[in-house]
């Protein structure tokens, strides 16, 4: 998402923090969409999320909202892509480490988790 702030916020600048001696590093923010259960307008919602997950609407992720397409399939650099968006976001986050939490610990650890931020931040 700032790297779409960018644009119109010109002082915005990205920058990914690094260890002296280690590589720049950052994480994913998992966004997730789903069904829910009973819930009316089910056969809608289905070609919604079909739709965001459509080829063609995940070729416009990086000029629209600023991030990587969810599917392993379609590339910000795909040499299909006519978008600049995704070629100069593909560049910015080149050399970076994406670090991937493990969320399924982190969910059954949670409170320890909090614990530990608070302690670290003191806050």
């Known amino acids: 998402m700032n790297f779409a702030q960018a644009k119109s916020m010109p ?3 990205i920058r990914f923090p ?30 919604l999320l079909d739709f965001m997950l459509s080829e063609g609407a995940q070729r416009e ?10 599917r392993k399939d379609v590339k910000a650099t795909d040499a299909n892509a006519t978008d600049a968006d995704a070629i100069e976001l593909a560049k910015l986050i080149e050399g970076v480490e994406i ?9 059954e650890n949670l409170s320890s988790c909090v614990d530990a931020w608070k302690s670290a931040t003191g806050s």
Do not use: M
């Open 11 to 13: 002082n915005l600048a």
């Open 18 to 47: 690094a260890k002296e001696g280690g590589k720049p590093t950052t994480f994913a923010l998992p966004y997730t969409a789903g069904l829910v259960d009973k819930a009316p307008h089910t056969e809608n919602g289905r070609k």
């Open 99 to 107: 670090f991937e939490p493990d969320w399924a610990d982190i969910d």
């Open 61 to 70: 992720v990086s000029a629209v909202g600023g991030g990587f397409p969810a």
